[in-house]
């Protein structure tokens, strides 16, 4: 093994699964027919490949140099590094997690120690993401309950109030209080083409007293992910319903913001999305010693999962995180769909925790075989 070691090469693939049928994702008006990955693998001269996933990195090739030639093992400065490349350019931030694992496999550490070793694991939720009508919605409640979840989110933005409305009054019907119960308005951001205007504080507040009568955990994105002011009204006025969001806020300040004025009482970062394992690491125990949840959002491809579900556990454990998100939803949104970059799903046990093991790093191995017949020039939808 090297002295010192140096990273020698960053590598980025796209790869795309051809999805049929389509995933009709309730935030997304095109239903998507390809699940796109991007995989960053991160190289030592030791032979080490740490190995991340998230954005589609376009771009990030012109700022490589600036890692290259450098201290894997100084986490710090290359998630300041990062900090500076956000800026500049896209979201970078799969190359801070492919770092850490980069640097538990040199240090032979698990990264929910390296990150504070709280715990190696963490209670999900089952995250569903397809609108479907009533009958079956309170089917996939029934299938959750049956798997050992403790809660279930679903989503709202049916064409009327009302249908959402009857959706959740159904399942609450079929499960009793068996299951927690999210609401995720989706109201923080929008796909590009989707210029609908998000809701207002009014809507916002007439939809949490519904939320309140069917008692939800929390609401999720009722507004959009910059109205602090409203976010501060609604919390102070839904009084006893948690508000949650934040899973596409970027910046530390606008963390500072939701926090100092009592926007929120779960914050959702995600760590390939918004500063990193080393950025959200600190803002977690934060969170949480301000008397609020910290629970990362987690959609996309396992590696994501894996990601926030070691810097979750490692930090704030179950008792700061109470759920983290593990998206599920029928063949739609199967684990074979979600992990395909992985040779093994994240999976849950019959309690619904994912267990995260001793192994280095994120622990986890790629397939690939299925990345190599998955290989892509693009990393879109469709
Ligand atoms: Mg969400």
Redesign the pocket.
């Given at each position: 093994m090297a002295d010192v070691f140096k990273i020698t090469k960053i590598e980025i693939t796209h790869h795309q699964l051809p999805l049929d049928p389509p995933f009709p994702a309730s935030?997304d008006t095109q239903p998507r027919t390809k699940f796109p990955a991007t995989i960053v693998r991160i190289h030592d001269n030791a032979g080490h490949v740490g190995i991340g996933s998230g954005d589609a990195m376009y771009g990030f090739a012109d700022y490589q140099r600036y890692f290259v030639g450098e201290d894997p093992l100084a986490l710090a400065r290359h998630n300041a590094v990062l900090s500076n490349i956000e800026f500049h350019a896209g979201r970078p931030w799969p190359v801070d997690s492919a770092l850490w694992d980069l640097a538990g496999k040199i240090l032979n550490e698990p990264v929910w120690k390296m990150v504070g070793g709280v715990s190696n694991r963490i209670r999900t939720y089952a995250s569903s993401g397809v609108h479907r009508p009533v009958d079956q919605m309170v089917e996939v409640a029934r299938r959750a309950l049956e798997m050992g979840f403790p809660a279930l989110k679903v989503r709202f933005g049916r064409p009327s109030l009302n249908e959402d409305l009857g959706v959740l009054a159904a399942i609450r019907a079929e499960v009793g209080n068996q299951l927690e119960l999210m609401v995720?308005c989706?109201q923080?951001w929008r796909m590009p083409w989707d210029i609908q205007a998000p809701w207002n504080l009014k809507h916002a507040l007439e939809v949490a007293q519904e939320l309140q009568a069917l008692s939800v955990y929390w609401m999720?994105?009722p507004l959009h992910r910059g109205d602090y002011d409203g976010y501060a009204a609604l919390r102070k006025q839904a009084r006893g319903l948690r508000i949650a969001g934040g899973?596409m806020t970027r910046e530390p300040y606008e963390f500072r913001e939701l926090l100092t004025r009592g926007g929120l009482d779960v914050f959702?970062p995600d760590c390939v999305c918004s500063m990193g394992i080393g950025g959200l690491k600190d803002l977690a125990v934060q969170v949480v010693d301000a008397g609020h949840i910290f629970t990362p959002?987690t959609?996309g491809n396992g590696i994501g999962v894996l990601a926030n579900a070691h810097l979750t556990a490692g930090t704030v454990g179950t008792a700061g995180a109470h759920f983290l998100?593990y998206p599920l939803d029928g063949e739609e949104w199967s684990l074979a769909r979600r992990d395909y970059p992985l040779l093994e799903p994240v999976r849950v046990d019959a309690e619904g925790y994912i267990n995260l093991t001793d192994a280095p790093g994120l622990g986890f191995e790629l397939n690939e075989d299925l990345l190599r017949r998955t290989h892509s020039q693009v990393a879109t939808f469709a």
């Open positions: 935030w995720d989706n923080g999720e994105e899973e959702q959002h959609w998100e």
